[in-house]
């Protein structure tokens, strides 16, 4: 998945923390991790794993402890990032929130990678995105979605603008002047019922 990647990855963040903050110590010249403070939790804790494996380059990592629904509030996003990874509290809406803190500080070109798919509301979150102008769908890997962050300008977070987003415009009523009748409408990560080919069913 790393060569999917821009090169010279400056700054990176994740939310959740394990085997991937080991990765990106390694690629990325900083890197902020946001994600509870499990220590406590012994040989099961994602934070001792990263912080005692050999291949971690500690000091590139920044954690950030807490629950990200009030870290990334908090947050100053004062840089761009090349590469974002979600993947930390998995229920309705959380993703949806690390999305809304990450998105506007993605630069064009950089990579967005949305894990877990498979569960339903990630990925219809995934299909939202995936007809965003702003993204640009770049592969399904088993249950990981990664995006690619185009030159398309930034949909205001402060703002609405539901009936520009290409999802909605595809989704209602042909009789409607913002309907967008560009062919059927496929979603492109539900679709796939990647639940049932993991797990089975």
């Not at 050999?54 to 947050?75: H, M, S």
């Not at 229920?91 to 339903?120: C, K, M, S, T």
């Amino acid at each position: 998945m790393a060569n999917l990647f821009p090169q010279g990855i400056g700054h990176s963040a994740e939310t959740g923390c394990g085997k991937s903050t080991v990765l990106f110590s390694n690629i990325s010249e900083q890197h902020t991790v946001f994600a509870l403070d499990d220590r406590h939790l012994g040989d099961e804790s994602s934070v001792n794993f990263y912080e005692k494996c050999p291949l971690t380059r500690l000091d590139r990592v920044r954690a950030i402890f807490g629950p990200t629904q009030l870290t990334l509030p908090r947050y100053d996003f004062s840089q761009e990032f090349d590469v974002v990874l979600i993947d930390g509290p998995h229920g309705f809406p959380f993703p949806e929130l690390e999305y809304y803190y990450f998105y506007p500080h993605i630069r064009a070109g950089g990579v967005l990678i949305i894990d877990d798919v498979n569960i339903p509301t990630i990925g219809r979150m995934a299909d939202i995105i995936s007809e965003d102008e702003m993204w640009e769908l770049v592969r399904v890997v088993a249950s990981t979605a990664i995006f690619r962050r185009t030159g398309a300008p930034t949909f205001d977070p402060l703002g609405d603008g539901w009936w520009t987003q290409r999802y909605n415009r595809r989704r209602v009523s042909p009789s409607r002047p913002i309907h967008l009748p560009d062919g059927p409408i496929v979603d492109k990560i539900t679709a796939m019922k990647l639940d049932v080919r993991i797990h089975g069913g």
